[in-house]
């Protein structure tokens, strides 16, 4: 799991000096991609939540 996060930090820091490099505008603006990204994280922890909790019922 840890490795997969470094490796998702350290992608985003090279596309991140490409960009700066190139000028090349973020696609997105900071505080609505970081609101994406909360919501796709939610997103994948909530059907198995949900999963769980109708089987305990």
């Known amino acids: 799991m840890w490795g997969s ?3 998702a930090l350290a992608t985003g ?3 991140g000096v ?3 490099l ?3 505008p973020s ?3 900071p505080f609505l991609g970081l609101l994406g990204l909360v919501g796709m ?3 994948q922890r909530l059907i198995p939540w949900i999963q769980l909790w109708l089987g305990n019922k």
């Open 5 to 7: 996060m470094l490796l």
């Open 13 to 15: 820091i090279v596309i």
């Open 18 to 20: 490409i960009f700066q």
């Open 22 to 24: 190139f000028r090349i």
């Open 27 to 29: 696609p997105a603006p």
């Open 41 to 43: 994280f939610l997103g």
